[in-house]
Structures are given as C-alpha cells and as structure tokens.
C-alpha cells in the first residue's frame, strides 16, 4: 500500500510547486527550492526534485530531460492550478502590476510571485466572461512628458543582484563605469531604487562615505550583493532624496524663481503651478510673470531653456534654507 503523506506540509508543498511552475518557460528544481525556501518552505533540493517527478506524472507537466537540469513548465493545454478566488478584476490589478513594478520589487519576490501572474494572465484568458478586463489595459497609458527613449540596455544579472543587496540591507560590489568612462572597483551601501524615465538609478554609499550618490544601472558592468549586512543610516529618506532635487542634480537648495513667458507657452502653469506659492501675473503684449520657490537643479535649468525664446528675464534668488523637509 501506498505510504499517505505524513503532514499537511507535504501537501501545502505539492500545492505552492504547482503554483509556481509556469507556463511559458521552463523551471528547474535548484530554482522552484530557493522560491519555497524564500516562501519558508524549508526542505532539500532532493525532495523538491522527487515531488516534480510525482507532480509530472499525475499532472500536464512537461519534464524537459534532454539535459541537465531538467526543467519542468505546464503544457499548453493544461488548466494549470486555478486560483477560484482570484477574481476578473483582481487578475487585472496582477497584469498590470507585473508590467509596472517589473523593476521596482526584487527580483526574487518577483519570481515568486510568477505564480500567481500565470494564473491571472489564464483568468483574463478567451473567456467571453472577462472580454471588459482584457480590454483595459489597452484603454489606459501612462504618457511620456518628454521626448520618449528607449530604455538603455542593463548587463545581465545586475538587477537582480542590486535588487537582493538593497531589499536584505547587504553591501554590495560594483564594476562601474561613470559618464565620463571611467571604469572603477567599488563597495557601496544600497539605499534606493529609483526608475526616471526609462532609466533605473541606484542611490547608494561608497564604502568610508556618508553622503549619497546616484548611479545609473545601465553603467553598471557587474554587480554582486555581498554577505555582510549594514544598518541602514537612520537619517537617510528616499522621499526627502528626491523632495531635494537630488535627481534632477539639485542639492536641495530652494531659490525664489521669477521669469517672464509668452502666454501661450505657460498658460498650463496656471492649472499645473510650480509649487503651492505659484503667483502668475499677467503682462503687457500677451506675457506672464511667474514667480515660485523651487528646489534649484540643473533639470529646473534645462526645463527653462526649453521655452527658449518664449522665457526671458530668468532670476534666481538663494532662499536661506534648504527644502522644509531636509530641515
């Protein structure tokens, strides 16, 4: 007779290994075991290989053994492991959280999460029931306000490791070239991840430094997340980082700003004002004076530049302190 599994463990395991095995690629084992291991499912990579060979054999699973490891994925035809309470909107809400935090969660919490992504991609299937939800995505966009780029090619591997250093609080070793081309062995403290535009920055401490910088990951040649554990710096806040202008290579010193601009070009000020003590003046032959407190920085430079001619009389005048939140 048969040996019963002898926990419900055993069986909550059968069920996560069905979840997580997806669709249109391949799996191996070394893989699914460091998913369950990150789930809290603490078992060997021998056992996790035993149950896919039972999980195979009674399931549409494909075992792929033309070489080692084998990876394993559901056949196309398969229903897979449905997931009754995932509902038509919930499985919309996964889509499209896939899509738009691709970059921002790490990457393992991702992989894990794969299941469940298969899963709402097969609940917004062919059926007539979900027809509105299929169809969102394609009624919704987030919209460049400047020219588009394409996003710049990452190295393999970078992501991933940059993303596990900064979500366990591990120092992290970079291989960094700088705009300049200067390439450099560093040891830096992972504090922020930050996507502007099409492009990720990693905002970090270099080892003997206590101030922040940013690094584009596209510059990055490789990346490995270290062992050793840091305490992340009880001052530091990614809000305030970027509330300072640190992005657009500001250092967080706020200025009284006054320009004038043709009516045509600013009128949008008026319903998208530059901050909440925006004052616009109306002047003669069809201009504006605009008046605000902004966060000085060369991206509020190349913003004004852009008028070119419609903007005239730019002046800046140093507030004494830095944004209210750097206080």
Request: hydrophobic share 35%; proline share 5%.
């Amino acid at each position: 007779m048969a040996q019963r599994p002898d926990t419900l463990e055993t069986a909550l395991l059968m069920v996560e290994l069905l979840r997580r095995i997806p669709r249109g690629r391949k799996i191996t084992a070394r893989e699914l075991h460091q998913q369950l291991k990150d789930a809290g499912f603490e078992r060997d990579l021998r056992s996790i290989q035993r149950q896919l060979e039972i999980l195979s054999e009674h399931f549409d699973i494909e075992r792929d053994e033309r070489s080692k490891p084998y990876g394993y994925r559901w056949l196309e035809r398969a229903q897979g492991l449905a997931v009754p309470h995932l509902t038509p909107q919930e499985s919309l809400l996964l889509q499209l959280a896939q899509e738009h935090l691709k970059n921002l969660l790490p990457a393992r919490l991702m992989a894990s999460m794969d299941g469940f992504f298969t899963q709402a991609r097969r609940n917004l299937g062919d059926s007539p029931d979900t027809a509105l939800e299929r169809q969102w995505p394609h009624k919704v966009r987030v919209v460049a306000t400047s020219q588009p780029l394409l996003a710049p090619t990452i190295a393999p591997g970078v992501l991933e490791e940059v993303s596990e250093a900064l979500y366990s609080n591990h120092w992290l070793q970079l291989d960094y070239r700088n705009a300049a081309g200067k390439r450099r062995q560093v040891k830096v403290m992972p504090l922020g991840l930050a996507q502007q535009g099409p492009r990720l920055y990693l905002v970090c401490r270099f080892e003997g430094f206590d101030n922040e910088r940013s690094l584009a990951l596209h510059r990055i040649r490789k990346a490995e997340a270290s062992t050793l554990r840091f305490e992340r710096p009880a001052g530091f806040d990614l809000q305030r980082y970027d509330d300072d202008g640190r992005f657009g290579f500001g250092e967080g010193q706020r200025v009284r700003l006054t320009f004038q601009i043709e009516k045509e070009a600013g009128f949008h000020l008026a319903e998208t004002p530059l901050s909440r003590d925006q004052q616009v003046r109306e002047w003669p032959h069809g201009w504006l004076e605009v008046t605000a407190t902004v966060v000085d920085s060369a991206m509020l430079d190349w913003w004004l530049r852009g008028f070119g001619e419609a903007v005239q009389n730019v002046q800046k005048t140093t507030t004494v302190e830095k944004t209210k939140e750097s206080e």
